[in-house]
């Protein structure tokens, strides 16, 4: 989901989906920022 979150090739209602679907699952709040879910996801996967 993650690489999903583009609103410059997404529309910007499905590119919410999944900024509110992963905020959901995770708890974080990080918005429209990849960068910083891509950062959470690495800090964060585990094994």
């Given at each position: 989901m993650i690489d999903r979150i583009n609103p410059d090739e997404d529309p910007l209602w499905?590119?919410?989906d999944f900024v509110?679907?992963?905020?959901?699952v995770t708890g974080q709040h990080l918005g429209y920022d990849a960068t910083a879910w891509?950062?959470?996801w690495h800090d964060h996967r585990g094994g």
């Open positions: 499905l590119t919410g509110g679907a992963l905020s959901a891509r950062r959470w």
